[in-house]
Nanobody, 113 residues
Framework: QVQLVESGGGLVQPGGSLRLSCAAS????????MGWYRQAPGKQLELVAI???????NYADSVKGRFTIPRDNAKKTVWLQMKLLKPEDTAVYYC???????WGQGIQVTVSS
């Protein structure tokens, strides 16, 4: 069955960096676009970044220039590389595979001093 397993979250200071990983299994990873979403307490789910099967990317304005979303089809993994983190980046982060529409379980990222 399809599984998306996120890892790499945690507590980081403002200005720091963190890399989230999403390891996929149970489907042909290379065929589908992948995305990262986040949900902060009391706020709606927000699309953070997306990468197509061809490698094209798009980012929320709030993270442009700070986050990147690379993927490795051989490793069946997509990452969210985050730098210059701000307290407002604090949220639960989810990865998603489009079209077949599965989600990971979510992982907490907290940016605080």
């Amino acid at each position: 069955q399809v599984q998306l397993v996120e890892s790499g979250g945690g507590l980081v200071q403002p200005g720091g960096s963190l890399r989230l990983s999403c390891a996929a299994s149970g489907y042909i990873f290379s065929l589908y676009a992948m995305g990262w979403y986040r949900q902060a307490p009391g706020k709606q789910l927000e699309l953070v970044a997306i990468i197509t099967s061809g490698g094209s990317t798009n980012y929320a304005d709030s993270v442009k220039g700070r986050f990147t979303i690379p993927r490795d089809n051989a490793k069946k993994t997509v990452w969210l590389q985050m730098k210059l983190l701000k307290p407002e980046d604090t949220a639960v982060y989810y990865c998603r595979v489009y079209t077949i529409d599965y989600w990971g379980q979510g992982i907490q990222v907290t940016v605080s001093s």
